[in-house]
């Protein structure tokens, strides 16, 4: 399975500007800047589209898992925060941390922080990141 996504540019890093698509057009012509990734400024980042693509990903891999345990999630709300500092290598993505709210009748404690553990460990964007990635999850069995 192959997935593409494309940039332009144009400018300098500072004063330039560009756009982000993807091949479903979720991101079509997406503007994005030095200053929305440095600063405030409107657009998207790459970072911030690591952070949703991680948090996505997490969270489809953390139902696959409870479901394979016999639990079907009403609903897993994950929000990613990234970390990104200035190391010796230049900038860096330094960690990840997940922070997981589920609401899943009849789960045990125990079933959920297995399948968050694995989840952790084993959704294609944790294993690829090169970062950090903590996660604070809590279980609403309602």
């Not at 969270?59 to 609903?75: F, N, Q």
């Not at 993505?93 to 922080?113: M, Y």
């Amino acid at each position: 399975m192959n997935r593409t996504g494309t940039a332009v540019w144009s400018g300098g890093l500072k004063d330039g500007k560009g756009s982000l698509s993807t091949e479903s057009k979720t991101l079509s012509e997406t503007p994005y800047s030095f200053t929305a990734r440095f600063k405030e400024g409107g657009g998207t980042n790459p970072e911030e589209l690591i952070a949703a693509a991680h948090a996505g990903c997490f969270t489809m891999d953390l139902s696959g898992r409870l479901g394979a345990a016999g639990v079907i999630p009403d609903e897993i709300r994950t929000m990613a925060t990234l970390t990104m500092e200035k190391t010796d290598k230049g900038f860096s993505i330094t960690g990840i941390h997940l922070d997981v709210s589920a609401r899943i009748p009849g789960c045990d404690s125990n079933t959920f922080e297995t399948a968050v553990k694995q989840a952790k460990e084993g959704c294609p964007v944790s294993r690829l990141l090169d970062a950090d990635i903590s996660v604070d999850a809590r279980l609403n069995q309602e």
